[in-house]
């Protein structure tokens, strides 16, 4: 159980333009997910705080304009990177909690060219 | 600085042989969590320690963390090549099973 999974696995995309990344819990409910960032050998950096039904909780010097969280229902948040740059190039993981433990998803790498 | 330290930030090791890695905190820790990660995969959930004293084991790795929840370590019994990967502390600093903040990891070589 507590299985998350990401969509896509990888993406590349030109700059400029948008991409989205689904972030799902296959068998549980989850009011809350989390959205991390991850640099090459770096630890990983929480990005903001998706709750259902109501807006994110974006951490200090994260653009909320930039990276748009939807979390329209308790088994699906979105993340979606806007006007895209190469520096926004990285590996991006979900997580979502069950019962005091957050469960992480395989992570998406983006790629911008 | 970071708020989460591991250290040794890379080890190897031959396989067969113990080893122990730690995770230490400046702040008393609400939770404790040790996930492993494949690099360019995500993370898998090892172990959740809460209490002070606390130890669990699972396998060949044990996880105890101490009487002040400032510092933990995770043990390795006779390590093998598919214990190989980043070892990444996780701790709730502020309850209610909010946001993680996670060290830098480390990274574990089994030599075969």
């Known amino acids: 159980g507590a299985v998350v999974s990401q969509h896509p696995s990888r993406v590349i995309c030109k700059s400029g333009t948008s991409v989205k990344i689904e972030c799902r819990s296959l068998?549980?409910?989850?009011?809350?997910m989390f959205w991390y960032r991850q640099f090459p050998k770096q630890s990983l950096m929480l990005m903001a705080t998706?709750?259902?039904?109501?807006?994110?909780?974006?951490e200090q010097g994260v653009e909320k304009d930039k990276f748009l969280i939807n979390h329209a229902s308790l088994t699906l948040s979105t993340l979606t990177v806007t006007s895209a740059h190469p520096e926004d190039s990285s590996f991006y993981i979900c997580?979502?909690?069950?019962?005091?433990?957050?469960?992480f998803g395989p992570g998406t790498r983006l790629l911008v060219l | 600085s970071q708020e989460l330290e591991q250290s040794p930030q890379s080890l190897i090791v031959q396989e067969g042989k113990n080893l122990t890695i730690n995770c230490t905190s400046s702040?008393?820790?609400?939770?404790l969590y040790w996930y492993k990660q494949k690099y360019g995969e995500g993370l898998i959930f090892l172990m959740m320690?809460?209490?002070?004293?606390e130890e669990k084991s699972h396998e060949k790795i044990t996880a105890k963390l101490d009487e002040k929840k400032q510092q933990s370590s995770l043990h390795i019994t006779a390590s093998q090549p598919s214990h190989a990967g980043i070892y990444l502390c996780g701790a709730d600093m502020t309850g209610a099973n909010s946001k993680l903040t996670f060290g830098k990891g480390i990274t574990l070589s089994v030599r075969p």
């Open positions: 997580s979502a909690g069950v019962e005091w433990t957050q469960y």
């Open positions: 068998d549980f409910q989850a009011t809350t």
């Open positions: 320690l809460q209490k002070g004293g």
């Open positions: 998706s709750n259902e039904g109501s807006k994110a909780t974006y």
């Open positions: 702040k008393t820790l609400y939770g």
